[in-house]
């Protein structure tokens, strides 16, 4: 199994996040340059989140998916499910 290395620097964000969410939030949008630790704030806030038995889901921007109308919510999609012809937003919105 892999572990990570204890996250550190960077309570602030990690206890705002974390705060915002379990408030009442319904999402964040984490952005910044490649390599300076979004993905792993994200993943200890949402196992913060589902520790307290938050349902969480992640989706990422990119450059691929810019070019559809909701592309980086694609990955909510149940398998198969723009070839059966459903219209897409309530399949998104039951996702």
């Known amino acids: 199994m892999h572990s990570q290395w204890p996250i550190s620097g960077r309570s602030t ?6 705060t915002l969410l379990a408030g009442g939030g319904t999402g964040v949008l984490v952005v910044g ?3 300076v ?3 792993r704030v994200l993943s200890e806030v949402t196992d ?8 969480t889901v992640v989706v990422t921007a990119t450059p691929g998916s810019a070019v559809l109308p909701l592309g980086s919510l694609a990955s909510l999609l149940p398998a198969g499910s723009t070839s059966t012809g459903l219209p897409v937003l309530p399949v998104l919105r039951a996702a």
């Open 48 to 55: 913060r989140l589902r520790s307290q038995g938050m349902a």
């Open 33 to 35: 340059e490649e390599g």
């Open 37 to 39: 630790g979004k993905s």
């Open 13 to 18: 964000e990690l206890d705002h996040l974390t």
